[in-house]
């Protein structure tokens, strides 16, 4: 008999003919976000769960007796709810290893796009509007500036390499702990947070979503920016205090913002920020080439399966790790 499992969202059909070689499986087909109700009445048999930033929650867990792991196609997991898993014994993995790069792309695309005002001017040529002194263009340069990086993994280490060795930015960082390899490659400097936001044109956020780092960016330290600096969060939206974000940037405590991720996704239409010129947005798209999505998607398929077939999954995230030990 094949091990149950069922996939919150669409995924590359070389993949799904991989899990279905060892699993029966069904499958949410739909772009819009499975339903609550839907999701409990489906997993009641499953013994395997594919999903990416869909919580997990203990109400779900309750729902699926048999579960024993959710593969997520994600690097982040803060929708496990770990404590749970950890008390069910219910594995759980992720997909590092196949997105730093494409992420960390991105995050210097908004870099760009923020500073030189792309999608701004962008939208303003469209509508046939070329008809300001050529001053009114002006931007902020970003080669040889300074970037700061809150969160050293390894996509901010990617993040890293390219403002280095392409823009020849001067990269401040700030970890929990110190990245002596990292310091050494890409000779950037280990600086306490005040400093790092004292002194960064650009602050870069590239935090994993945690108890400890719930809203730890807000007022106070956007206070501590230069006015002239911006902010980019390519890592989880509630990492920073979305309302005291919005204040900052109506009062001018900072020049602007270039996000990739907000407190809610998709984000309301009624968010203010979705009405300024010096906010640049994507809607969570770091990870979103098709290359590297098919990547995190086969990564998870194997993850899913290895652990159905009893044996030790690659990537079960540190907090889990006993469970297979
Ligand atoms: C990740 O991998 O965590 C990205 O944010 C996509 O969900």
């Known amino acids: 008999l094949k091990p149950r499992v069922f996939i919150t969202k669409p995924i590359p059909k070389k993949v799904e003919n991989y ?7 069904k499958i949410w087909n739909s772009m819009n976000s499975i339903p609550k109700e ?29 579960l024993k792991i959710i593969s997520n196609i994600s690097v ?21 290893k196949v997105l730093e790069e494409s992420v960390a792309d991105l995050t210097i695309g908004l870099i760009l796009s923020i500073s030189r005002r792309i999608p ?25 500036s300074t970037l700061g990086i809150i969160g050293m993994g390894r996509i901010g280490e990617e993040i890293a390499k390219r403002a280095t060795l392409g823009f020849e930015m001067d990269v401040l960082y700030y970890n929990r702990s110190r990245k002596i390899d990292v310091e050494k490659k890409y000779s950037v400097t280990y600086t306490k947070l005040d400093k790092l936001l004292e002194k960064s044109d650009f602050v870069l956020i590239m935090l994993p979503l945690t108890k400890q780092t719930y809203k730890y960016i807000g007022a106070k330290q956007f206070k501590k920016m230069k006015k002239s600096a911006f902010l980019i969060n390519c890592s989880r939206g509630e990492v920073i205090n979305e309302q005291e974000l919005i204040n900052a940037l109506l009062t001018n405590e900072i020049a602007g913002s270039a996000l990739d991720v907000y407190e809610q996704e998709p984000i309301s239409k009624r968010n203010p920020l979705l009405k300024m010129d010096n906010v640049v947005m994507t809607p969570h798209i770091g990870s979103a080439t098709k290359n590297t999505r098919y990547n995190m998607a086969m990564k998870a398929a194997k993850n899913l399966v290895s652990g159905l077939m009893g044996e030790k999954p690659y990537d079960i995230v540190p907090e889990l790790k006993q469970l297979i030990n």
């Open 120 to 144: 701004e001017l962008n939208n303003m040529i469209k509508k046939g509007e070329w008809d300001k002194p050529s001053d009114f263009y002006l931007g902020i340069d970003v080669h040889q």
């Open 19 to 25: 899990i279905a070689h060892f699993c029966e499986y």
């Open 76 to 96: 982040g997991y803060d929708s496990f709810d770990i404590k749970e898993m950890l008390r069910r014994k219910i594995m759980g993995t992720n997909t590092p």
């Open 38 to 66: 839907t999701l409990i009445k489906e997993i009641r048999h499953v013994d395997g769960l594919m999903n990416s930033n869909y919580k997990i929650s203990k109400e779900i867990l309750e729902a699926a007796p048999f």
